[in-house]
């Protein structure tokens, strides 16, 4: 597992001897932020570790003793599970730690599988210059037409929305880990089309049958699958406020270790995949 941590930290984080580095983990997660650590030391970093205390969880904010050791970190690494409840908490905290200059690993539910045989295992240097490549080709792109076998088929307006990517995490920004991907934010308004997912959605996990979205505007229009709760589900999902139902990302996958399997922390970093 630390080999996982080792690459993630000297490529994609360009880990340097002497750094600080901060790793947050929970008692789930504690091989995992363990394997960080001991990859970190090996690396010649100087180490702290901060354990989300279980009695208070879902956590709403950061903990006192937490928000005193964010400070003089070169790296922090978010390795803990990824309650759906807490998600403004996370958002609390990356907003916090990158506002250090820290450089943020941010991996909410990560596993053992994805530390020693999936993702983090892949050659990332060669990860992030397929990303760069891939990122060159859309310069200057005022639109992209999607289209898959099974039935997406959709336009997204992207002129001003350049590029990014996950592959080299810089000071005062985070990435998630494992890495993988390029992304922009479309134009909200100006997506018009059909998405036909058939992988995996965000706290659904791997669907079962595939599910039709028609996109009008930047907004979902309709739902369809045979599926019945599922369309129930995402009805609920993307009802939640007026922006839940807008596109907010088109993601490529770039990473060939990385697997469908119904976390999407993986998941949208799968080669082959768009999301």
Request: with cysteine; aromatic share 4%; glycine share 10%.
């Amino acid at each position: 597992m630390i080999n996982g941590a080792v690459n993630a930290l000297k490529v994609v984080l360009s880990l340097k001897s002497g750094e600080n580095v901060l790793v947050v983990s929970d008692e789930k997660k504690n091989e995992i932020g363990k394997a960080f650590m001991d990859g970190a030391k090996q690396l010649g970093a100087n180490v702290r570790n901060y354990v989300l205390p279980e009695d208070k969880r879902p956590l709403k904010e950061i903990p006192d003793e937490l928000l005193k050791m964010i400070d003089d970190n070169n790296i922090i690494i978010n390795a803990f599970e990824g309650f759906p409840e807490e998600t403004p908490f996370r958002i609390k905290l990356i907003k916090k730690e990158i506002s250090t200059n820290a450089r943020v690993g941010h991996a909410p539910g990560i596993t053992n599988a994805m530390m020693t045989r999936g993702p983090m295992t892949a050659d990332y240097e060669k990860v992030a210059e397929n990303a760069y490549s891939l990122i060159s080709k859309f310069k200057n792109a005022k639109k992209v037409h999607i289209t898959a076998p099974g039935g997406t088929d959709i336009t997204l307006d992207i002129k001003n929305r350049g590029f990014d990517s996950d592959v080299k995490i810089k000071h005062g920004t985070f990435g998630n880990l494992p890495a993988g991907e390029i992304w922009c934010a479309p134009v909200e308004n100006m997506a018009n089309g059909i998405i036909v997912t058939d992988g995996s959605i965000g706290d659904v996990g791997q669907v079962k049958k595939p599910l039709r979205i028609e996109v009008n505007d930047g907004k979902i229009v309709s739902l369809e699958s045979e599926d019945v709760s599922l369309v129930e589900k995402i009805k609920k999902l993307t009802s939640v406020d007026r922006m839940a139902s807008v596109i907010g990302e088109l993601g490529i996958g770039l990473n060939p270790n990385a697997r469908i399997t119904g976390n999407l922390l993986e998941d949208e970093k799968a080669g082959k995949t768009a999301h």
